[in-house]
């Protein structure tokens, strides 16, 4: 039987199961333009690494070398891949490097399919506490083709699933917790399709707006004061002020 890569593995259903791992400096608020940021825009830029692994009994292998797996980088494009898609408020930045992927082919005919995904995500924040609100950001996943009777996407690990990497650099934007749940069903004129939801929630760096924001900003409210104390002459010193 010749493998036709356009078509998913004959199985009743196939499961995608999705894993996380945040990269190091890949986490910070983004700002309008240059190095200036803007702190009161609740949105943040978040690179990961998005793990999916699947089974297709078409794959297997029968192999006595020493190698674990097959490096399938350079054949993605005779595999079947899945067509996930994010639903989300935000938008993708370009990879930096051509090839952002990897694809490894085991034995027993499990795929693992790994890529870099560098996203700038709308958050929801409440501005009316600014800067002492936890901006929450949210987005899904689920496939564009496929319905949940034929593909069902689940998280590898419950407890687990999104990691982050132990150098993680930010700046001025914390991740304090997630949640990696499935989506609330709901019924869609398209169809019914397996649909996996990952909530971020940041916190901010309330002593660098205690240093830049609040304590300039008293010092020179309470120095304009002074100038109720000056005699109405003394323009050099009102000028000063």
Not at 34 to 51: A, M, R
Not at 82 to 97: E, Q, R, S
Not at 128 to 139: A, G, K, R
Not at 146 to 156: G, M
Request: net charge positive; proline share 5%; aromatic share 18%.
């Amino acid at each position: 039987m010749r493998f036709k890569m356009y078509i998913r593995t004959d199985q009743r259903w196939l499961v995608l199961r999705f894993d996380w791992f945040l990269r190091a400096e890949d986490l910070r608020q983004s700002g309008q333009s240059g190095d200036k940021l803007n702190f009161s825009q609740t949105k943040y830029e978040v690179e990961f690494l998005l793990q999916q692994q699947w089974f297709d009994p078409r794959l297997r292998y029968n192999n006595q070398s020493n190698y674990d797996f097959l490096n399938a980088i350079h054949h993605h494009d005779k595999v079947w891949l899945p067509d996930t898609y994010f639903i989300m408020h935000g938008d993708f930045k370009d990879p930096l490097i051509p090839v952002h992927f990897a694809l490894r082919i085991y034995r027993n005919g499990t795929v693992n399919y790994l890529m870099r995904r560098h996203l700038i995500l709308s958050c929801q924040g409440h501005l009316h506490i600014f800067p002492f609100d936890d901006p929450t950001c949210s987005f899904a996943m689920e496939s564009i083709s496929y319905e949940q009777s034929a593909i069902r996407y689940v998280w590898k690990n419950d407890e687990d699933t999104l990691r982050k990497s132990p150098s993680l650099s930010t700046l001025n934007a914390y991740l304090i917790s997630n949640h990696t749940i499935p989506c609330p069903f709901t019924a869609y004129w398209r169809g019914n399709y397996s649909c996996l939801k990952v909530e971020l929630i940041f916190t901010r760096d309330r002593s660098f707006y205690f240093t830049t924001v609040f304590i300039p900003g008293i010092i020179l409210v309470t120095s304009s004061f002074i100038t109720f104390w000056l005699e109405w002459n003394a323009v050099p010193a009102r000028v000063m002020i």
